[in-house]
T-cell receptor
Framework: GDSVTQMEGPVTLSEEAFLTINCTYT??????LFWYVQYPGEGLQLLLK?????DKGSNKDFEATYRKETTSFHLEKGSVQVSDSAVYFC???????????????FGQGTILTVHP | NAGVTQTPKFRVLKTGQSMTLLCAQD?????MYWYRQDPGMGLRLIHY???????AKGEVPDGYNVSRLKKQNFLLGLESAAPSQTSVYFC?????????????FGPGTRLTVT
């Protein structure tokens, strides 16, 4: 079945540092890939998405590129802020072929803490 | 436009008690989902629905039942709660047409079973 693996956390950075959170996936077919963010005490929000190979998703200065050859979708940001402290989830949809009804398969989440 | 709402926000149950979690969405979405979130395991799909009157099992359905009597509501029931069901429960919804089916999440229900 489909699976998503994220880098081990938690990740602690100083403000303005460069961020990378690794995500790799296993799926048949051509999945869509997502990054969701969860701020403390809240539900998940879509951060960015990519639907085909070589697509780059971007939002709020975060970006991730769909790499089919390495089955990866790493999240990056050039300069993090304290307000970026949250849990980040990589997810995929539609990888198993046929109609997936939008079901998401999530990675385990990576806790990011940014200090001033 | 409230998006996806969940009630209650918190609940404590004793083993063997029952309860129902309510999810409501006002975006006219066809698809709705229930997930549970446990530390280090991400979110796992419990049940989902592709339309009013339809439900289907997800990855971890045992011990839960669901109903979708109205398009805007999706109920998750625990008939006999167990400590292993202590978790944070999230409801989500999405459009049916086209893709890639962005899901909109509710704020969650934190359930503790003692």
């Amino acid at each position: 079945g489909d699976s998503v693996t994220q880098m081990e956390g938690p990740v602690t950075l100083s403000e303005e540092a460069f961020l990378t959170i690794n995500c790799t996936y296993t799926a048949t077919g051509y999945p869509s890939l997502f990054w969701y963010v969860q701020y403390p005490g809240e539900g998940l929000q879509l951060l960015l998405k990519a639907t085909k190979a070589d697509d780059k998703g971007s939002n709020k200065d975060f970006e991730a590129t769909y790499r089919k050859e390495t089955t990866s979708f790493h999240l990056e940001k050039g300069s993090v802020q304290v307000s970026d402290s949250a849990v980040y989830f990589c997810a995929l949809s539609g990888g198993a072929g046929g109609t997936s009804y939008g079901k998401l398969t999530f990675g385990q989440g990576t806790i990011l803490t940014v200090h001033p | 436009n409230a998006g996806v709402t969940q009630t209650p926000k918190f609940r404590v149950l004793k083993t063997g008690q029952s309860m129902t979690l309510l999810c409501a969405q006002d975006m006219n979405h066809e698809y709705m989902y229930w997930y549970r979130q446990d530390p280090g395991m991400g979110l796992r799909l419990i049940h989902y629905s592709v339309g009013e009157g339809t439900t289907a099992k997800g990855e971890v359905p045992d011990g839960y039942n669901v109903s979708r009597l109205k398009k805007q509501n999706f109920l998750l029931g625990l008939e006999s709660a167990a400590p292993s069901q202590t978790s944070v429960y999230f409801c989500a919804s999405s459009y049916a047409a086209g893709g890639p089916y962005e899901q909109y999440f509710g704020p969650g229900t934190r359930l503790t079973v003692t």
